[in-house]
């Protein structure tokens, strides 16, 4: 894996070199997914569903709708219109690459597995392609800095 190599001045993207990051966001979704499970009378449907309905809306909201940075810095003002995927997606593609791709790849990979859990069951298969469709779209370049219908603009 090749680690990114960011200026100290974004607070936001001094975690998404590290190495460890992949294994502790691989860790947390299982270990929420085990909690769900774990709940009287959850079926294992209802926890991928909720396990993918979770991740996505968790996901949008801190990657795709929160903007600017958690603390000020010196120079805030190029990073206060961006949300953090589009703060990521800026940097150089090549040191992001395996990043971005993994956290691509983690909600597609989580719907295939909750088709299957579920048995192709309708009413399952909808929320979670509505859900997995809500953490994917915003990540795709065409999207990038894209407000639809100027929701979430200022």
């Known amino acids: 894996m090749v680690r990114a190599r960011f200026d100290s001045t974004n607070p936001n993207l001094s ?3 590290n190495s460890g990051f992949l294994l502790w966001y691989t860790g947390v979704v299982i270990i929420c997914h085990l909690t769900i499970l774990s709940l009287p009378y959850m079926t294992t449907p209802w926890a991928w569903t909720c396990t993918i309905t979770a991740h996505s809306f968790i996901t949008f909201s801190f990657f795709h709708w929160q903007k600017g940075t958690p603390v000020e810095t010196v120079d805030n003002t190029e990073v206060e219109t961006c949300t953090l995927w589009e703060q990521i997606h800026d940097h150089n593609e090549d ?3 395996w990043g971005k791709l993994f956290l691509f790849l983690v909600p597609l990979a989580g719907f295939i597995v ?4 579920t048995e192709h069951d309708h009413i399952h298969f909808w929320i979670n392609l509505s859900c997995t469709l809500l953490s994917i779209l915003p990540k795709l370049p065409m999207f990038q800095k894209v407000r639809l219908f100027g929701i979430n603009a200022h």
Do not use: D, I, M
């Open 114 to 117: 909750a088709v299957e859990y």
């Open 15 to 17: 975690w998404f070199g």
């Open 95 to 97: 040191e992001v690459f």
